[in-house]
């Protein structure tokens, strides 16, 4: 079966560390690039990361860099992100996903260039 499966997430304290997993089962991630999109309350589903397939770059939201690291274990076929330093704004709904087309360079793009979507996992920051 074709489909991303998401685990980590939860309730963290301000400060603390979380890591979200995004496994890939029925096809290849390495080829794809792979995106993480958050949904917080009330709001639209953002970008906060992305990595491309052809070269590893990446993207970083402006309000998570240097906080937040994204990588991929071709291995194991599954994307990460790390995130460290979290805060209240980083409440949300975390969305892993895979580009529609593979080898696509570069990595950031719309929702809708998305082809595959994991579950989503609900991370909560909060004292």
């Known amino acids: 079966q074709v489909q991303l499966v998401q685990s980590g997430g939860g309730l963290a304290q301000p400060g603390a560390s979380l890591t979200l997993s995004c496994a890939a089962s029925?096809?290849?991630?390495?080829?794809?690039?792979v995106g993480w999109f958050r949904q917080a309350p009330g709001k639209e589903r953002e970008e906060v990361s992305c990595?491309?397939?052809?070269?590893?770059?990446?993207y970083y939201e402006d309000s998570v860099k240097g906080r937040f690291t994204i990588s991929r274990d071709n291995a194991k076929n599954t994307a990460y992100l790390q995130m460290n330093g979290l805060k209240p704004e980083d409440t949300g709904v975390y969305y892993c996903?895979?580009?529609?087309?593979?080898?696509?360079?570069?990595?950031?793009?719309?929702?809708?260039?998305?082809?595959?979507w994991g579950q989503g996992t609900q991370v909560t920051v909060s004292s």
């Open positions: 996903a895979a580009d529609a087309l593979p080898g696509v360079s570069g990595c950031r793009r719309p929702a809708s260039m998305h082809g595959m």
């Open positions: 029925g096809f290849s991630l390495e080829h794809y690039g």
């Open positions: 990595i491309s397939s052809s070269d590893g770059s990446t």
